[in-house]
């Protein structure tokens, strides 16, 4: 499998919860969580405006895609960075399951471990996330299966540029 290793990861990451204060760097959480709301549907749905800012180049769209995600299992070994300069990318558990968010301050040296550059973030039921047009950021962990629905952008163009950072040997227990 290729996030489990042989030897256990030299250097583990600290994981913390994530809040929307903390993810602003990122892009934005979503959650319903203290927003306000305004009945819709003679008052029989509550309506949770613009809780991302999805965005999208002038030569793509943004589409709706799902991702049925295997869960990973700890020790969670790191092995890419990735990120989509043409677009957001978004990602909602839609059974409220928990995942492990790593992102990046900055574009990493790929030949220079950094792990004090990556910040690793745990969601809560009911939170999903949306990453800024640019923000690196690991591929989604998923703690247990389950699918995610995902807004990102299509259209021509590379949207995905990746960085190997397995030789890195970052991990992270939870």
Do not use: K, Y
Not at 51 to 61: K, M, S, T, V
């Amino acid at each position: 499998m290729r996030n489990a290793l042989s030897a256990a990861p030299r250097q583990r990451l600290p994981v913390a919860e994530l809040t929307v204060a903390a993810f602003a760097p990122f892009g934005q959480v979503i959650e319903c969580a203290g927003r306000s709301s305004q009945a819709i549907n003679a008052a029989s749905s509550q309506r949770f405006n613009d809780l991302a800012q999805l965005e999208a180049d002038a030569d793509g769209r943004l589409a709706l895609s799902i991702f049925q995600a295997s869960a990973r299992r700890a020790p969670f070994a790191l092995d890419t960075l990735e990120c989509h300069p043409l677009g957001s990318q978004a990602f909602v558990p839609l059974h409220g399951q928990s995942f492990l968010i790593v992102v990046a301050s900055a574009r990493p040296d790929p030949q220079r471990i950094e792990a004090s550059a990556l910040q690793v973030f745990v969601s809560q039921r009911g939170q999903g996330i949306n990453f800024r047009r640019g923000v690196w950021h690991h591929p989604l962990l998923a703690l247990c299966d389950g699918d995610f629905l995902v807004a990102d952008r299509l259209g021509p163009g590379n949207n995905c540029e990746e960085i190997d950072i397995t030789h890195w040997q970052l991990g992270i227990d939870r």
